[in-house]
């Protein structure tokens, strides 16, 4: 052997024993300086290491800073909220990573994760022998405890920062176990760009949990924490995947995947998933966490100050329907473009499910982004005025507490209440008055008149404690001030609220309180992890928590009465009059609908239900400026149809249940006078209406049979049979014989003919008017309670016309003003000069009842 070769095993000894004590103290000297120059920085690692305190993210016992996701009823994701850092963030518990994530991670980034001690010195040793060689750097030789420490404490990339980065990794490793630091790395350090944790990456670039991953995509997001940017596949999947074969590759070499495993995933694409599109139902996300739609939403307070349980949710699953939002968030924007020529400049639209009273679809504005159009406004739950929507309530009350049916006659003639603010005197949409109508008729075509008369019948304050009975608590004032006006929507309701009462309706009188979330996942701090040996070994725990208990129905509406409402809402015949045919309430299959416009044409609704879903449509502007003569069915309506239609798709439409026979019977009916049809009655109904009801119907007392002289049209009396015919005419109270005079109703005729002899029995007067034994006049106007006001800058006369209803047969009537008789003829009006003081009328007449007395003032 060569002199200097380096001497082996035994020779070495020889070779030092013909060294020189000197050379020898030398040699020994170089091997300690070697020595200590080896073990002293580990030492002073080690050093820095037991000073290093454990970053208080890695000890903490409470929720983790997280995003909140969102799903539809279906579990498939709406939107997701970033946590206060911006990023996307969901926690994830190393037992639910599955193991393909884990694996790819190991071959990616620490092969030997499982022996080392934080710091990887065969890693380093490489990274610095590749650097020396390649004069660039090959390959890193951070563990994955040091990227852990790295994120958990950012230090600059210098020698010093390197050091720290060290020894707060030993210091993690010396305090918790290897599945406890890969599961804080798993869901600590970035994924993507904005992206905090595979979960959070996985669920955004894939749409599926971590565990449902393809080896494919496991290596794929396993090679994003080298560079989250670089990698982001959304930028284009090359680089992507190009790296993650290379992980796939040590995979295979590292035996942690099969070479047929590795193959298939080789060939397998990157395939993103979709980019989230539609709203994400942006208003009911920002109701749901404000906790702003009240009992029955699953936003209960765990006590006095308490947050709601879902302001730390790391996920809160909805009880809309994704398909269903996203086809009525279209549908409210068409609305809008298509009515913006008349002013109109929002729509809002709410869906809810009747057995449940869960929200379908919750649109709060067609754009919230819509600057002008004040889109970030939330229209289902604005204060607006419902119209006419309240009718079907002031109705059913009626017939709860005063015995009114569907076949109640009610008068639509002019009319005047007194309020606190002077009289009142309703009108009806079209402009008309139409006499005596059936309740059915009056609620169907929607005449104002005779709901506001029947409001006055109940009284304000009754009106009101049902409508608040029905969840309508915005109408907090006192019922005065509302008045009889409140049956016309003289009051600001939610559209939820609205929608809601209207599905009580569908319940047959059952009050449930809405609900916009089905169950939430509470955060909660990462799980301790299981003592098994291997880091990557599979496991599932966790569940989601209900959002509240299952709500019983209270019983709000009788049910009977609830469905005779039904029935008219859905009687498409019976608003032939106003609506016309093919209007937007008429669908393919059975809708009870109902619309109402606000005055001013500020606000209009369109609310209606099958047996399973209720819709609520709004439409008008949220700065309260008036549309260009949109009414409720011009303006909501369509949108109401479109909707519904929508939801059929969701929930297919069947009939209504058929009316209990037990409490329900379908019966005859005079159709004018709603009473039990006798001969003298031309046109008969049906009619649905309470058993008790329909036991106690009168025989018809609206139509007569008259012998009438042929020969000039008047009352026959005596005439002998051959110059008589028999006609049947109509017969009103006082409240309606001045609407039937005008209205060229057929009205029996008052005189006798002179060809006849006197007519025997009327009050023994030949030629006498007839009139009927309960006959009676009544004051007309003014109101009683009225109060007037003289406005001194007008110099000329001012005056009231006092009127009186009279009915059929009664040619003069006495206007007894403050006691002084003033005689009145046909049409039973006076003008009367205004006098100051308190002031008492009363009608009289011969051959009827005299009126009651009413009291007025002027001032």
């Known amino acids: 052997m060569n002199a200097h070769s380096p001497p082996g095993p035994g020779r070495a000894a020889r070779w030092l024993a013909r060294l020189g004590p000197r050379a020898r103290r030398i040699l020994r000297r170089a091997a300690q300086i070697a020595l200590a120059l080896a073990v002293a920085p580990w030492l002073l690692l080690a050093a820095l290491a037991a000073l290093t305190p454990l970053p208080p993210e890695l000890g903490a016992t409470e929720d983790h800073a997280v995003s909140t996701v969102l799903l539809d009823r279906h579990g498939t994701v709406l939107r997701e909220l970033r946590a206060g850092d911006g990023a996307r963030a969901r926690w994830l518990p190393l037992s639910e990573a599955g193991d393909r994530i884990q694996r790819a991670l190991l071959a990616a980034e620490d092969k030997r994760f499982a022996r080392h001690p934080g710091v990887d010195p065969i890693a380093i040793a490489r990274a610095i022998g590749q650097l020396a060689a390649e004069r660039r750097v090959v390959s890193g030789g951070s563990t994955i405890t040091q990227q852990l420490a790295r994120t958990l404490v950012p230090r600059p990339r210098t020698a010093r920062g390197k050091l720290g980065e060290a020894a707060l990794a030993l210091r993690i490793e010396a305090s918790l176990s290897k599945r406890e630091i890969l599961e804080q790395y798993l869901n600590r350090v970035a994924f993507g760009p904005g992206l905090r944790g595979v979960e959070a990456a996985s669920r955004f670039y894939f749409d599926k949990p971590t565990r449902d991953l393809s080896l494919a995509e496991a290596a794929a997001l396993a090679s994003m924490p080298r560079g989250p940017a670089l990698y982001d596949p959304r930028r284009g999947t090359g680089p992507l995947e190009r790296r993650r074969n290379r992980v796939l590759d040590r995979m295979l070499a590292a035996g942690l995947a099969g070479e047929?495993?590795?193959?298939?995933?080789?060939?397998?694409?990157?395939?993103?998933?979709?980019?989230?599109?539609?709203?994400?139902?942006?208003?009911?996300?920002?109701?749901?966490l404000g906790g702003t739609l009240g009992p029955g939403a699953g936003?209960?307070?765990?006590?006095?100050?308490?947050?709601?349980?879902?302001?730390?949710?790391?996920?809160?699953?909805?009880?809309?329907?994704?398909?269903?939002?996203?086809?009525?968030?279209?549908?409210?924007?068409?609305?809008?473009?298509?009515?913006?020529?008349?002013?109109?400049?929002?729509?809002?639209?709410?869906?809810?499910?009747?057995?449940?009273?869960?929200?379908?679809?919750?649109?709060?504005?067609?754009?919230?982004?819509?600057?002008?159009?004040?889109?970030?406004?939330?229209?289902?739950?604005?204060?607006?005025?419902?119209?006419?929507?309240?009718?079907?309530?002031?109705?059913?009350?009626?017939?709860?507490?005063?015995?009114?049916?569907?076949?109640?006659?009610?008068?639509?003639?002019?009319?005047?209440?007194?309020?606190?603010?002077?009289?009142?005197?309703?009108?009806?949409?079209?402009?008309r008055f139409h006499g005596p109508v059936r309740l059915r008729d009056a609620l169907a075509n929607s005449y104002?008149?005779?709901?506001?008369?029947?409001?006055?019948?109940?009284?304000?304050?009754?009106?009101?404690?049902?409508?608040?009975?029905?969840?309508?608590?915005?109408?907090?004032?006192?019922?005065?001030?509302?008045?009889?006006?409140?049956?016309?929507?003289?009051?600001?309701?939610?559209?939820?609220?609205?929608?809601n009462a209207y599905a009580t309706l569908a319940r047959g009188g059952l009050y449930l309180p809405v609900r916009a979330v089905r169950s939430f996942a509470p955060s909660s701090p990462p799980s301790p992890s299981s003592q098994a040996a291997s880091p990557v070994s599979p496991a599932r725990s966790g569940s989601d928590a209900p959002a509240e208990p299952p709500e019983?129905?209270?019983?709000?509406?009788?049910?009977?009465?609830?469905?005779?409402?039904?029935?008219?809402?859905?009687?498409?015949?019976?608003?032939?009059?106003?609506?016309?045919?093919?209007?937007?309430?008429?669908?393919?299959?059975?809708?009870?609908?109902?619309?109402?416009?606000?005055?001013?044409?500020?606000?209009?609704?369109?609310?209606?239900?099958?047996?399973?879903?209720?819709?609520?449509?709004?439409?008008?502007?949220?700065?309260?400026?008036?549309?260009?003569?949109?009414?409720?069915?011009?303006?909501?309506?369509p949108l109401f149809r479109d909707a519904m239609l929508a939801a059929a798709?969701?929930?297919?439409?069947?009939?209504?249940?058929?009316?209990?026979?037990?409490?329900?019977?379908?019966?005859?009916?005079?159709?004018?006078?709603?009473?039990?049809?006798?001969?003298?009655?031309?046109?008969?109904?049906?009619?649905?209406?309470?058993?008790?009801?329909?036991?106690?119907?009168?025989?018809?007392?609206?139509?007569?049979?008259?012998?009438?002289?042929?020969?000039?049209?008047?009352?026959?009396?005596?005439?002998?049979?051959?110059?008589?015919?028999?006609?049947?005419?109509?017969?009103?109270?006082?409240?309606?014989?001045?609407?039937?005079?005008?209205?060229?109703?057929?009205?029996?005729?008052?005189?006798a003919s002179p060809l006849c002899g006197a007519l025997a029995g009327l009050d023994g007067a030949p030629g006498a008017p007839p009139t009927g034994a309960g006959a009676r006049v009544r004051v007309a106007y003014p109101p009683d309670g009225a109060r007037f006001v003289l406005d001194p800058s007008i110099n000329s006369l001012q005056a009231i016309r006092l009127r009186a209803d009279v009915p059929p047969g009664v040619p003069r009537v006495r206007f007894v003003l403050d006691g002084r008789p003033i005689e009145v003829g046909s049409p039973f009006a006076l003008d009367w000069p205004l006098v100051a003081g308190a002031h008492r009328l009363r009608i009289d007449a011969d051959g009827a009842a005299a009126s009651e007395e009413i009291a007025f003032s002027v001032e």
């Open 299 to 431: 936003l209960h307070a765990e006590g006095p100050g308490a947050a709601s349980p879902l302001v730390r949710a790391t996920s809160i699953t909805l009880t809309i329907d994704r398909g269903l939002q996203r086809e009525i968030e279209v549908l409210a924007q068409q609305t809008v473009r298509g009515l913006s020529e008349r002013d109109v400049g929002a729509a809002a639209v709410v869906v809810i499910e009747n057995a449940t009273g869960e929200i379908l679809a919750y649109v709060g504005s067609h754009d919230i982004d819509d600057a002008a159009g004040l889109g970030h406004n939330d229209g289902v739950l604005a204060l607006r005025q419902p119209g006419s929507a309240l009718k079907p309530f002031v109705y059913e009350l009626a017939m709860e507490q005063l015995g009114f049916t569907a076949a109640t006659v009610l008068p639509d003639v002019e009319l005047s209440f007194p309020t606190a603010d002077g009289n009142y005197a309703p009108r009806n949409y079209d402009g």
């Open 552 to 637: 019983r129905g209270a019983r709000v509406l009788d049910a009977a009465r609830a469905r005779v409402i039904v029935d008219i809402l859905a009687d498409d015949r019976a608003r032939l009059a106003s609506f016309g045919e093919g209007n937007a309430l008429d669908l393919p299959f059975p809708v009870a609908a109902k619309t109402g416009t606000s005055k001013g044409f500020r606000d209009n609704v369109a609310v209606g239900f099958t047996p399973d879903v209720t819709v609520a449509v709004w439409v008008g502007n949220f700065d309260g400026s008036p549309m260009g003569g949109v009414s409720g069915i011009t303006g909501a309506g």
């Open 260 to 288: 047929a495993e590795v193959a298939r995933a080789r060939a397998e694409p990157i395939a993103l998933a979709p980019k989230g599109g539609g709203l994400g139902a942006p208003h009911l996300v920002r109701a749901v």
């Open 649 to 751: 798709r969701v929930r297919p439409p069947r009939p209504f249940d058929p009316p209990d026979p037990e409490q329900l019977a379908e019966v005859e009916v005079c159709a004018l006078s709603g009473m039990r049809p006798t001969a003298a009655c031309p046109h008969r109904r049906h009619e649905l209406l309470p058993r008790g009801d329909a036991a106690a119907l009168s025989p018809c007392d609206m139509h007569e049979a008259v012998r009438i002289d042929r020969r000039n049209g008047l009352r026959a009396g005596a005439c002998l049979d051959a110059a008589v015919e028999e006609r049947v005419f109509e017969r009103y109270d006082a409240e309606l014989t001045a609407w039937a005079r005008a209205a060229g109703r057929p009205l029996a005729p008052e005189a």
């Open 448 to 499: 104002n008149v005779p709901a506001v008369w029947a409001a006055a019948a109940l009284g304000p304050e009754r009106v009101i404690a049902r409508l608040r009975e029905l969840g309508l608590r915005s109408l907090d004032r006192e019922p005065s001030r509302y008045g009889v006006a409140v049956a016309l929507g003289d009051g600001e309701v939610r559209l939820v609220d609205l929608a």
